[in-house]
């Protein structure tokens, strides 16, 4: 499959590229401790295996509950995503969400960023894991139908598949938002005297600014499915560095 990369996913990455040319600083701004560790694994382990077992009780929706979803009942600013339904944007998202996996990568490209792999690579791992754990036990609890199950263009088989029924929230959206929004924190932890700061932080706000867009249009969520999964990403993005970062541990 070939990717191919969209205009804030290139811009995003260049951004990384260039601002890791500037000059290396010797920083060791994380001190994780095994207690936090083992909290934060712990966590998103048993969320993750409780969501499972949850899923396995999930019910297709019926001909007839199709047929019986009321637009009207749908909150006016959720309406847009009610007209809405592009397989392109669909795999255009897709595509997307795999260039944010990339992201902290770049971070590689210097030596502080080198000199911090183990810390970085662990703080990257626990943050995955509980953004997909929450991710899952949220769909498997609210069962929102997804906005294309009102489209009378859409093919009655998706409607009736168990996944018409996980819109909220947008997993699409909060893992972009937490891969893109890590990797600013942690270049914001390892150059905190870059002048790129500003400029990788917005960059790292297009990517799943896009997913949402492309979410939305694809008729796969409303609005406040890629609110609230812009949110969740960016909160375990923040939260998960800062339990780790030196001082917080002492």
């Known amino acids: 499959m070939t990717i191919r990369y969209s205009f804030p996913s290139l811009l995003f990455l260049l951004i990384l590229c260039c601002s890791c040319w500037l000059p290396a600083q010797s920083l060791k701004p994380y001190n ?14 048993t969320i993750t295996v409780g ?13 007839a509950e199709v047929m019986a979803l009321d637009r009207s009942k749908i909150w006016p600013i959720d309406r847009f995503s009610l007209r809405q339904l592009s397989f392109k944007s669909d795999e255009f998202t897709d595509k997307l969400l795999l ?48 906005p294309y199950n009102y489209n009378p263009d859409a093919p009655l088989d998706i409607k009736l598949r168990k996944s018409s029924r996980y819109s909220f929230y947008s997993g699409h959206v909060a893992t972009a938002a937490y891969f893109s929004m890590t990797t600013a924190q942690l270049y914001s932890d390892l150059h905190p005297n870059s002048k790129a700061r500003p400029f990788v932080w917005a960059a790292a706000g297009l990517i799943p600014a896009a997913v949402a867009y492309g979410r939305m249009r694809a008729g796969k969520h409303f609005f406040t499915d890629v609110l609230i999964g812009f949110a969740a990403g960016t909160a375990i993005a923040l939260t998960v560095p800062a339990l780790h970062r030196a001082g917080s541990n002492r």
């Open 51 to 63: 969501s499972m077992f949850l899923d396995k009780k999930v019910k297709p929706m019926t001909e």
């Open 99 to 146: 260039t944010s996996f990339a992201s902290p990568f770049f971070l590689l490209l210097d030596k502080t960023g080198r000199d911090n792999f183990d810390d970085m690579a662990m703080i990257v791992f626990q943050g995955a894991l509980l953004n997909s754990a929450l991710i899952n036990l949220t769909k498997v609890t609210a069962q929102r139908t997804r």
């Open 32 to 45: 994780p401790s095994k207690a936090t560790n083992g909290v934060l694994i712990g966590l998103g382990g």
